[in-house]
T-cell receptor, first 112, second 114 residues
Framework: AQSVTQLDSHVSVSEGTPVLLRCNYS??????LFWYVQHPNKGLQLLLK??????LVKGINGFEAEFKKSETSFHLTKPSAHMSDAAEYFC??????????FGTGTRLKVLA | SAVISQKPSRDICQRGTSLTIQCQVD?????MFWYRQQPGQSLTLIAT?????????ESGFVIDKFPISRPNLTFSTLTVSNMSPEDSSIYLC???????????FGEGSRLTVL
């Protein structure tokens, strides 16, 4: 059965410092993995996706994530945080057949 | 990418009333999903709306409380019936992209029940 765990409910970083949002998954098959961002009072926007191609995935706004099968992880990173990155981030796993499991979310706070 | 429009974007309702949320997609899609996001929580799938057949509801959600219509391949509605304050949530419509599986979301409908 699929599951996804976001290890931190809240992360605070200073502007200009690196961002690391952690996600671990459990899947019986080769999963597809996604990161979404939700700004206040907005819907969810896709940041990036892994679908069994390159293990290092680059997304929008300077974010990237690395799929590590041995560690069952798909952590989201960004070299330098910007104030506009403050939002809720969701890690999502799918084993196909349009079944999606959402993580509980990580709220990123960026300090000036 | 699909463009998804939801209406209303927000509403304040009295308990015991019902509200219908509309979702319009700019292209034809087979499957449409309705999610609920309670305050400070993640997303929970309510049901899958398939054109030409009844919606498929997830455990804990029933048709009497959340009736769904899917009259064509670009439109769906979700009704929240006999509302209580516990129904205060963001309701999100989404559609999958068939070749890569990613989900596209509407902006959501923020519902507050007094």
């Amino acid at each position: 059965a699929q599951s996804v765990t976001q290890l931190d409910s809240h992360v605070s970083v200073s502007e200009g410092t690196p961002v690391l949002l952690r996600c671990n998954y459990s899947s019986s098959y080769s999963p597809s993995l996604f990161w979404y961002v939700q700004h206040p009072n907005k819907g969810l926007q896709l940041l990036l996706k892994y679908t069994s191609a390159a293990t290092l995935v680059k997304g929008i706004n300077g974010f990237e994530a690395e799929f590590k099968k041995s560690e069952t992880s798909f952590h989201l990173t960004k070299p330098s945080a910007h104030m506009s990155d403050a939002a809720e981030y969701f890690c999502v796993v799918s084993e196909g057949t349009y079944k999606y499991i959402f993580g509980t979310g990580t709220r990123l706070k960026v300090l000036a | 990418s699909a463009v998804i429009s939801q209406k209303p974007s927000r509403d304040i309702c009295q308990r015991g009333t019902s509200l219908t949320i509309q979702c319009q997609v700019d292209s034809q899609v087979t499957m449409m999903f309705w999610y609920r996001q309670q305050p400070g929580q993640s997303l929970t799938l309510i049901a899958t709306a398939n054109q030409g057949s009844e919606a498929t509801y997830e455990s804990g959600f029933v048709i009497d409380k959340f009736p769904i219509s899917r009259p064509n391949l670009t439109f769906s509605t979700l009704t929240v019936s006999n509302m209580s304050p516990e129904d205060s949530s963001i309701y999100l419509c989404s559609v999958p992209r068939s070749n890569t599986g990613e989900l596209f979301f509407g902006e959501g409908s923020r519902l507050t029940v007094l």
